[in-house]
């Protein structure tokens, strides 16, 4: 059972939000009517809560949000019954507000349109039982699990609320789990740190048939043992990342570079006012170009990773940041960067 005192703890210490100091500097949207899906957020009521109007009010910064995709968060688990079942707890919430939003009397955006839940992997074949639950409550909205498995010797390092086993991919239990999403048409959000990479590759390649979407491009880390190492960082990265491209089934995210751990250190805390998005652009471009070079368009998408990027900066200049790097591309390469591949991903269908 998960300890929520401590997450509520985890959570306001690596996610809290000074939004008086995100006021300081806003932007006009950049190319308004350009169609965005937002493939990666959450949604939370602890610590600093994140909630449905929360989220509308971000998305309403003059940017063109046609649909969203949850993804999962410790939120709502079930208290009651079977603790393998406590997860499906936050997919019963968060179709609620997807059916909320299909309502369409909380504005043109489908937020919630697709679902990535969690599920206990290492259950092997019993996950099923868990994986059915998920359809029962969301239907077609729900898409797939995410697994997280970020670690590193370093413990000061966190990417997550909770703690996680060195070497989790590559577990014989987990693989046993893992091996049932196909049947149920499911995909995998892997959120793992760079020197995981090569892990990732090695499951991606054992299950071909399973696609697989790196969250937030991979995590090259610039805390901690890796402080001050940017630059050979960055090649063990591309190295990895190039290697992990030769598995066609996997896609990249691109976002959570406001995150803590790439060490741009654009929150509160370092900084008198926020970044603009001239800025954040110039200092995210290389990562950023560097993922569309090796999966090319087709295969990465932007994504917002709020509200955890929201302690660095806006909604609104977020997405002007991504569209000054993706200034020079044309216009079917911007549709499939901003839109059409995340709706492959997710298989969403949603009106033109």
Request: aromatic share 10%; with cysteine.
């Amino acid at each position: 059972m998960i300890d929520q005192a401590h997450l509520r703890e985890r959570n306001q210490a690596l996610f809290g939000v000074d939004d008086a100091w995100l006021q300081k500097h806003r932007e006009e949207a950049l190319e308004p009517d350009l169609a965005i899906v937002d493939p990666h957020h959450h949604l939370w009521d602890r610590g600093a809560p994140y909630l449905f109007n929360d989220y509308l009010a971000d998305i309403g910064s003059g940017h063109n949000i046609c649909a969203s995709v949850f993804v999962q968060c410790d939120a709502m688990y079930r208290v009651d019954g079977d603790p393998d079942l406590a997860p499906v707890g936050e997919t019963e919430f968060v179709n609620g507000i997807a059916a909320m939003s299909a309502s369409g009397a909380y504005g043109s955006a489908r937020v919630c349109a697709g679902i990535v839940g969690f599920a206990e992997l290492r259950l092997g074949d019993r996950v099923d039982v868990v994986l059915e639950a998920h359809l029962r409550a969301a239907g077609d909205r729900f898409k797939g699990i995410r697994g997280r498995s970020v670690w590193d010797a370093d413990p000061t390092i966190k990417g997550s609320s909770q703690d996680f086993p060195k070497g989790l991919l590559l577990d014989a239990g987990f693989r046993r789990g893992y091996a049932r999403l196909v049947r149920y048409n499911l995909s995998f959000d892997a959120w793992l740190f760079h020197p995981q990479l090569p892990e990732l590759a090695d499951l991606a390649g054992s299950f071909p048939d399973t696609p697989v979407v790196l969250d937030h491009i991979g995590a090259p880390l610039a805390v901690g043992v890796y402080a001050g190492r940017r630059d050979d960082i960055f090649v063990d990265w591309k190295r990895n990342l190039t290697d992990l491209a030769r598995r066609p089934n996997v896609s990249v995210k691109l976002g959570g570079l406001a995150m803590h751990l790439f060490g741009f250190d654009l929150d509160a805390a370092h900084r008198p006012e926020p970044a603009d998005s001239e800025e954040i652009a110039r200092l995210w471009r290389p990562y950023i170009e560097t993922c569309i070079e090796i999966f090319g368009v087709e295969r990465c998408m932007f994504e917002s990773n709020f509200p955890v990027d929201k302690r660095g900066v806006s909604y609104g200049v977020l997405w002007n940041a991504f569209k000054r790097i993706a200034a020079g591309y044309s216009a079917s390469e911007k549709a499939a960067l901003f839109r059409e591949t995340a709706c492959r991903t997710y298989r969403l269908v949603l009106p033109r």
